[in-house]
């Protein structure tokens, strides 16, 4: 082991020093860039083409456009949507016009698009028309609802994806390959910690492993283990992470205290995760599930606390913001429970899979045409509003070769007992127009 390295500020971090340059180095995002897959057959073409990379942070985004802008061999222009306004913009279309003139391309990546306005999205629609650049956005939010649909619809929308164990291991053996690192070795359990808490975060993961080495190096040591990663690493993995079992296992019981209608149970589990180290965002994701899986429409109010806890969080952060989270826990656990959406959702799913395409009803069918129209598309169609209590009995709203399946039962808990009430009653009108 080398122990006369210098890690002095000068040093490029590692994730940098091992940022991949073709596609062949990436470890992750194969359904991306492997054999006959869409980024890979798009760099052999030679003609790029915008795009939004999709995915959450640390999984290769940035890399992947710097590496495409590359084998394009196109001039590359990074921009931050938190750091640039209207001139860097200006700027950055001054240079593609310049390069253009040299005949060359331009790439232009923004990260974290969706932080762009409107009016900044829209700057871009005109030199995309023109051929001028090729748009590389990358967003860690929906596109669907981050993206102006303008600038969505002249971009390919790709989805990265957290690396896998086995891929984050991969970046564990580079790391160990380095010669400043030789004769250094990482016992299994060191490496699993590590990884289980990157938890698909390339990026995370490597600095975890260069703040490791580096207190490897400065105490002499060959040999890193458990005890001394968890160390070094922190509270965060010391109570949180043996293996990943213990972060598990108190998610588990803070959502089943929720089910449980335990408030108290369940805020003492949120808390002991937020002691530990857990991602208030993660956490904030895993409330909103439980309030569409476990309370459903039995207290619609649930979704909307837990959506605007969430939404707090992010306006807040830490520590203020989470309050809003706790108080989402205490509602959702304190609410009347019901999963009949969750389930009756899960056995319609299963329906359809198993009975195929079946073909819309010609009376439900839209007739924007006169041919449509002649063609009996919405004939005998029955308007509810024109009927009895808005409400067409006994009409089919199914295909004509299925029966309509009774998957969603209300429970007799909160709102669904009226939604219960409701639907036999409709269920009465029914029979009778059939009688």
């Not at 600095?207 to 001394?228: G, K, P, V, W, Y």
Request: charged share 20%.
């Amino acid at each position: 082991m080398q122990n006369d390295l210098d890690f002095n500020h000068t040093t490029p971090p590692l994730a940098e020093r091992l940022r991949p340059t073709t596609l062949d180095e990436m470890v992750g995002q194969s359904h991306l860039i492997g054999a006959h897959q869409p980024l890979r057959l798009a760099l052999q073409s030679g003609v790029p083409h915008s795009m939004i990379l999709w995915g959450s942070t640390g999984i290769g985004k940035t890399t992947l456009a710097r590496i495409l802008a590359q084998g394009f061999g196109a001039q590359f222009i990074a921009l931050s949507a938190v750091l640039s306004g209207v001139k860097e913009i200006r700027d950055t279309i001054a240079q593609a016009q310049i390069a253009q003139q040299q005949g060359k391309r331009t790439i232009v990546f923004v990260d974290e698009v969706h932080r762009f306005n409107k009016a900044q999205q829209d700057a871009f629609l005109p030199h995309l028309e023109s051929g001028l650049l090729t748009f590389i956005g990358a967003t860690t939010e929906n596109p669907s609802f981050e993206v102006n649909p303008a600038l969505l619809s002249r971009a390919q929308v790709y989805v990265l994806k957290p690396l896998n164990e086995t891929e984050l291991a991969q970046l564990c053996h580079k790391v160990f390959r380095l010669p400043e690192n030789h004769g250094v070795q990482l016992n299994a359990a060191a490496q699993n910690l590590i990884i289980k808490n990157a938890d698909g975060d390339a990026r995370q993961l490597l600095n975890m492993l260069e703040q490791m080495l580096n207190a490897a190096h400065s105490q002499h040591r060959n040999h890193i283990d458990e005890t001394f990663a968890a160390q070094t690493l922190g509270e965060r993995i010391r109570r949180f992470d043996k293996g990943g079992e213990q972060f598990y296992n108190q998610i588990s019981a803070l959502h089943k205290s929720v089910r449980g209608s335990h408030p108290n149970a369940a805020l003492y589990w949120f808390c002991r995760m937020l002691d530990g180290g857990a991602d208030p965002r993660y956490l904030a994701r895993r409330i909103v599930r439980m309030a569409w899986e476990d309370i459903g429409l039995a207290d619609p109010r649930a979704m909307h606390i837990a959506n605007d806890a969430a939404q707090t969080y992010e306006r807040l952060g830490s520590p203020e913001g989470e309050l809003a989270l706790a108080q989402a826990v205490l509602y959702l656990a304190s609410a009347a429970k019901s999963n009949a959406g969750y389930v009756a959702y899960n056995k319609m799913r299963e329906f359809v899979q198993q009975n195929g395409s079946q073909p819309v009803p010609v009376h439900l069918c839209n007739a924007p045409t006169k041919l449509m129209a002649e063609l009996g598309y919405g004939h005998d169609y029955r308007y509810a509003h024109d009927e009895p209590h808005a409400y067409a009995a006994g009409e089919s709203y199914m295909p004509d070769t299925l029966p309509e399946p009774d998957f969603y039962q209300p429970v007799p808990r909160g709102l669904e007992i009226k939604i219960g009430e409701k639907l036999n009653w409709l269920k009465q009108l029914d029979d009778l127009a059939q009688e």
